[in-house]
């Protein structure tokens, strides 16, 4: 165990010096000051997670001696009990130690269990998005963070090196033009609609700025990487399975969110309904895509398609080559409030957030026919830069986080 510990320790010494990117996503902060003896951070793949444990670490007052970050992907922690080496670091003196890509072990659940139980040593692990959803202990047990997409908050000041403040939804509904104002005013070019152009397009995963000729590609890697490598390993779905939830993918990618019912669908893709809905929430899981169901089911008493989109913006550039300017407002909207917020939708409007408030997404010249007399009900509206009234402009809600 020694060696391991040395090779492990050789290991992170690479990885220290490493330039780590200035920029602190809006759950360094959160993570860092974490109470908690085990903190987990799961989300899906191109996010930033490795990038922000190692920020944290660098950033904890312990000596480089008791710190450790090791990555589960590395062959010698496929031989190596994840416990026993935890331990040992440990007695050699560690006090705190980073679980990279935590889920590449086999019996990670319970390693971590025996870890919480037995030793003293503080441990920040990162994993798949699925991992928070496959073991109620880790809710119960270990404090956990899920760190989503780029916001397009968090693109624009990684794009133009500002400070920009998010706020919570109610309110942008109540004083979104003062916002609106307060943003445009620190931007020195007013140009707001171009960079958010440039967000929908490829702006969701911080690996952007580090190759921009190759973010296309390097989407279409990660898709292939979560359905190949995570799900598989994750969830245990078979690997023959997974050309169908690629097919499953491209159907919504080139689909308007209402027009394939399920039926239709699984005949698309080549399998049963049943089948269809685990697989839907396979891609959900892993973020791939959002699942949107109709809000009367609660009452089972009317029955509508779901909807269904895409992850986010940027895979539709990965994935099809014709999709509907809609359905991408559509899947912004949802990708920026899926996080803190319950959606569903009605019959009249797009979407009806936390049970109260309507919203129908549209173009600029978007009128308020649909939704006129519902209460707490609003427009947003894409190309405009200030809204009006219940007029808000889209873009707006990317600074949600």
């Known amino acids: 165990m020694r060696n391991t510990i040395e090779n492990a320790k050789r290991l992170y010494r690479l990885k220290r010096d490493q330039k780590l990117p200035a920029y602190k996503r809006f759950l360094f902060d959160p993570i860092k000051n974490s109470k908690a003896k085990i903190t987990?951070?799961?989300g899906s793949r191109g996010v930033g997670k490795t990038t922000l444990l190692l920020q944290v670490l660098a950033?904890?007052?312990h000596k480089e001696e008791e710190k450790l970050y090791i990555s589960c992907d590395h062959p010698m922690f496929q031989e190596v009990a994840l416990f026993e080496f935890v331990d040992a670091f440990a007695k050699f003196g560690g006090e705190v130690?980073?679980?990279?890509?935590?889920h590449k072990i086999r019996d990670f659940q319970t390693q971590i269990k025996l870890i919480y139980d037995f030793l003293s040593i503080k441990v920040y692990f990162s994993g798949s998005s699925a991992v928070e959803l496959?073991?109620?202990?880790?809710t119960r047990r270990y404090s956990m963070y899920h760190l989503p997409i780029l916001s397009f908050r968090e693109f624009m000041e990684l794009e133009t090196g500002l400070t920009l403040k998010h706020y919570r939804l109610e309110d942008i509904l109540e004083r979104h033009e003062t916002i609106v104002n307060k943003i445009l005013d620190t931007l020195n070019d007013k140009k707001i609609l171009k960079y958010f152009s440039l967000f929908i397009d490829v702006g969701v995963y911080p690996f952007y700025f580090e190759d921009e000729a190759r973010y296309i590609d390097r989407v279409y890697e990660n898709i292939n990487t979560i359905l190949y490598t995570d799900l598989i390993n994750v969830v245990k779905i078979d690997a023959q399975k997974i050309e169908s939830l690629k097919r499953l993918l491209l159907s919504i990618c080139v689909s308007n969110p209402l027009e394939v019912t399920i039926e239709k669908l699984a005949r698309t893709v080549g399998v049963s309904k049943p089948t269809l809905y685990k697989y839907i929430g396979y891609l959900g899981r892993a973020e791939l895509l959002h699942h949107i169901l109709f809000d009367a089911k609660r009452f089972q008493n009317l029955k509508k398609p779901d909807k269904l989109y895409l992850g986010n913006t940027n895979?539709?550039?990965a994935l099809c080559l014709n999709s509907n300017i809609g359905t991408i407002r559509e899947t912004f909207f949802v990708s920026m409030l899926y996080k803190r917020?319950?959606?569903t939708y009605a019959t009249q409007g797009d979407f009806l957030v936390d049970e109260r408030y309507t919203f129908e997404i549209g173009g600029k010249n978007k009128s308020f026919d649909q939704i006129k007399d519902l209460p707490d009900s609003y427009i947003v509206a894409d190309d405009i830069e200030i809204g009006f009234g219940n007029k808000i402009p889209l873009w707006l809600f990317g600074f949600l986080y």
């Open 40 to 42: 987990g951070l799961y």
């Open 59 to 61: 950033a904890l007052p």
């Open 97 to 102: 130690i980073v679980i990279d890509e935590i």
């Open 134 to 138: 496959t073991n109620a202990d880790f």
């Open 315 to 317: 895979l539709f550039n």
């Open 341 to 343: 917020h319950r959606l």
